[in-house]
């Protein structure tokens, strides 16, 4: 498998508040540190599958963490606080999935391997 290059989308940093450069500088920390992981697991891995299996734990734990987020935002506005660091945020998990699904080699091996615990866990087609 190729290594792998993430970042933050231009449009993100640009919807960010433009008196915090905190925000934009913790998800560019944040993604350089998601790519190298990355490209330390496909590096270490026996070989390809079993490098989609631990990038597929990965984008597991970001589905979560968006799904975290996403919850965030309508509490925070019943509250009367802005969202929008919680938007960002659930917005740069979402990308950086897309990014890694990008890549096509890596995105049929995911998807294999998605399918394959599919049927390990017994779940069918029919079932979903």
Request: hydrophobic share 40%.
């Amino acid at each position: 498998m190729e290594e792998i290059e993430l970042g933050v989308p231009k449009p993100l940093l640009e919807r960010l508040p433009a008196d915090d450069d905190v925000a934009a500088s913790d998800m560019q920390r944040a993604v350089g540190g998601w790519e190298q992981q990355v490209n330390e697991i496909i590096e270490s891995a026996e070989d390809d599958r079993a490098a989609a299996a631990q990038l597929l734990d990965v984008i597991d734990r970001f589905e979560a963490r968006y799904e975290t987020y996403d919850d965030l935002v309508p509490e925070l506005r019943a509250w009367g606080q802005s969202p929008i660091y919680a938007i960002a945020w659930r917005t740069l998990y979402a990308d950086v999935v897309a990014q890694l699904y990008e890549h096509d080699d890596l995105a049929d091996h995911i998807d294999r391997e998605r399918n394959a615990r599919l049927v390990d866990d017994g779940i069918r087609l029919r079932d979903l």
